[in-house]
């Protein structure tokens, strides 16, 4: 079972980068870090994922360590509707989504 | 038009009565999932089903029933409900092929148990 663990919650100022951060010490060599967010009353959405290699998409970036025992998702300039909680999930726990980062961006 | 859809969205009911929350997907998965989140909890997994014959419990699943109808519909069935039931629960697919395997969810459904 590979765990994870984010902090609860974060808050940000608008237009300046976020990074999230998650740490995975457990996984294993061929599970994906897959991240999602959840906006307020709707259900989570996919965000990116990676395996090894710092992956780019229009919504965030995703940062992994060399050992990949942790990884960071980055949004560039975080805009209100950023607001939401960011869940990061091993492939191998693809069905627990966790209590995940609940992230403020003030105006 | 949304490719995951619940009904009904908002459902207040009373113990001991039968529920049924349905779902419906036009994204042609294979793959449907139950999850029911409570606040500070997370969502937790009920029930899944990876083709129409293919039904699996999930980390939660007493107290719940499903059905797949078809490929593109899952059920899930509280037989009696319970004030602890109450909470939102989500429907999802997702397509092990597809280029991220990343699972697709539905607004959810707000169960209320009196």
């Known amino acids: 079972d590979a765990k994870t663990t984010q902090p609860n919650s974060m808050e940000s100022n608008e237009e300046e980068p976020v990074h999230l951060p998650c740490n995975h010490s457990?996984?294993?060599?061929?599970?994906?870090i897959h991240w999602y967010r959840q906006l307020p009353s709707q259900g989570p959405e996919y965000v990116i994922h990676?395996?090894?290699s710092n992956v780019n998409n229009r919504m965030a970036s995703l940062a992994i360590a060399e050992d990949r025992k942790s990884s960071t998702l980055i949004l560039h300039r975080a805009t209100l509707r950023d607001a939401a909680v960011y869940y990061c999930?091993?492939?191998?726990?693809?069905?627990?989504f966790g209590t995940g980062t609940s992230l403020t961006v003030i105006p | 038009d949304a490719d995951v859809t619940q009904t009904p969205r908002n459902r207040i009911t009373k113990t001991g009565k039968r529920i049924m929350l349905e779902c419906s997907q036009t994204?042609?998965?294979?793959?449907m999932y139950w999850y029911r989140q409570d606040p500070g909890l997370g969502l937790r997994l009920i029930y899944y089903?990876?083709?129409?014959?293919?039904?699996n419990k999930g980390e939660i699943s007493d107290g719940y029933s499903v059905s797949r109808q078809a490929q593109a519909k899952f059920s899930l069935s509280l037989e009696s409900a319970i004030p602890n039931q109450t909470a939102l629960y989500f429907c999802?697919?997702?397509?092990?092929?597809?280029?991220?395997?990343?699972?697709?969810f539905g607004p959810g459904t707000r169960l209320t148990v009196l």
């Open positions: 999802a697919t997702s397509d092990p092929a597809g280029r991220y395997n990343e699972q697709f």
């Open positions: 457990t996984i294993s060599g061929t599970d994906y």
């Open positions: 990676g395996l090894t």
């Open positions: 999930i091993p492939t191998r726990n693809q069905f627990y």
């Open positions: 994204k042609g998965h294979d793959r």
């Open positions: 089903s990876f083709d129409v014959k293919d039904i």
